[in-house]
C-alpha cells in the first residue's frame, strides 16, 4: 500500500498530553497513521509539502438523516410539528430505493467536502432490504466512513426492530466493506413499549451493535428503567438530542458510559428544547454533534460546534451576571472543547474511538487540511480556532483510511454533474408529491409510515 508523508503543517492531535498544536509531519502508511515528528525521513513516501495548513483528525457527523439530501431546504421554516406532519407523516413512502442511493451519495459527498470523514447515517426510512442495500451502497460510492443506523418508519410501539435484516446486513452489504459499520436506530424507550425497548436493546447488547434513539418528548417513560434495571444501557447507547432528560436521569446514563449527540441549529430552530450542552459539562462528560436534517439546516458540522459553543457561553454568562451582578472573567467553554465534540466524541458516540477522532499512530488515516492562508482565517494566531472557524471553502484536502477525497479544494469525482442532476430529479419528483401547507404553501400526499406526534428527527 502508498505510504504518503505530509510536511510542514500545524498538526492538531486531539491526543491527550500532545500540545494543542504543534509544527509535526505526519506519516501514513496505507490506511493508518505510521509516526508523528520532526522533520520525518520516509524516502519511499509521497511527500505532500503543507505548508500554511492545519492538519486536524477528520471531522464526525454523529447523527445525520442523510437519506433526505434530495430534499434540502424544503423544510427550513418547519417547526418540529410540521417537520414530524409533512415529511414522516406523509411523505417517506414515496421514496424509492433510487431516491435513497442518491440523498446517501450525494449527502456523503458533501459530508467529505465540508471535511467530515465520519458519518453516523441515522437512515429510519428503510422501507425494504432493497432501501437498505441502495443507501449503502450510496455511502460505499462516496468513500465516506459511516456507521450505518438501520432504522425503518414509525412502527407500532409493540413491534420489535426487524432482526432479520439486521443479520442480513451483518452478514452481507455491510460486513463487505471496510469502511461501514453497522448500528441500530432505535424508537427507543419513549415510543416503544417497555417489553419491545429492552428486547431491542439486549438484540443490538448481543450483536455488539451501537443503538442510537431520538429523545426530546418529555419525561422518561416507564421503558427507561426498565432498560436501565436490565443493565443495558452502556457506551453502546447513543441518545440523540435529550433535551428534557432530568438531571438524576442523565447521572445515571452518564455513569454507565451512554454518549449523547446534541444537533444544535436545529435543536434550537425547530424547537426541541435547549441542547443538553451545558448539562453534560457539568457532569464532567460532553456531547458529540451532528446536523441532523438537510430538510431544515446546513450539513457542515464545524458550524454546528461553533453554534454549539456559542449557544452555552451565552447561557453560562447569562447564568453569571444574574448570580453576581458582573460580566464573567473568562470563557465557560473552550474553542478545543469544541472542536474535540466534532472530532473525538463523535467517535465515541458511534463507537469508532479506538479507530477515528484522534492523530495517533496506528489510527485510521482520516485526516483533513485547513488551508490557513485564506484571507478569512489569516493570520492564523490561534491554530484550534483557526480550524474551528473554518468553512467549506478552506477545506483543502481530505483523506479517509489513507485514500484522498478532496485534493486542491475539488471533491476527487468524476461524475459530481450526474449526481447533481439525479439528485435534482429525485428531489423535484418528492416535492411534487407535496401539497398547499407544506414548503412554499405546499404539503405531502399520499405515502406510507407516519410518525407519532412526539417522534423526533
Known sequence: MSRVLLRGAQVITMTPGRPDAEHADVLVDGDRIADIG???????????????????????????????????????DWTLMEYLTHLHGECVGHYTPADMHISNLA??????????????????????????????????QAGVRAVFLHGTPYRAPNIAHPLAEIDRLLDGPVREHALLTLGM???????????????????????????????????????????????????LTNIVHGSDLPDEWLKTLVEAGVTFTTTPENELGQGHGTPVTGSLLRLDAAPSLGTDIDTAVPGKVLTAARIALAHQRSLDHAR??????????????TAKQALAWATVEGAKALGLADRVGRIEV?????????DARALNLWPAHDPVATALHADIANIEAVMVAGVWRKRDHALLTSRLDEVKDQLRESGERLLRSIGPAGPAGRTCRGGEGGAKPEDSG
Open 107 to 140: 449527502g456523503a459527498l458533501t459530508q467529505l467536502d465540508c471535511g467530515t470523514t465520519t458519518v453516523g447515517d441515522w437512515c429510519h426510512n428503510v422501507l425494504s432490504p432493497e432501501h437498505a442495500d441502495a443507501a449503502v451502497e450510496g455511502l460505499v
Open 38 to 76: 520532526d522533520t520525518i525521513e520516509a524516502p519511499d513516501a509521497e511527500v505532500v509539502d503543507f505548508s500554511g495548513r492545519i492538519v486536524i483528525p477528520g471531522l464526525v457527523n454523529a447523527h445525520l438523516h442523510t437519506w433526505q439530501t434530495a430534499l434540502r431546504s424544503a423544510g427550513a
Open 185 to 235: 436506530a432505535l424508537q427507543g424507550p419513549q415510543y416503544s413499549s417497555v417489553e419491545t425497548a429492552v428486547a431491542d436493546f439486549r438484540a443490538g447488547a448481543e450483536r455488539g451493535l451501537v443503538v442510537s434513539m431520538h429523545q426530546s418528548g418529555g419525561e422518561p417513560s416507564p421503558g427507561w428503567e426498565a432498560v436501565r434495571d436490565a443493565g443495558l444501557f452502556s457506551p
Open 362 to 370: 496506528g489510527m485510521q488515516a482520516d485526516l483533513v487540511a485547513v
Open 320 to 333: 453569571h451576571r444574574q448570580a453576581t451582578g458582573m460580566h464573567a472573567g473568562t470563557a465557560s467553554v
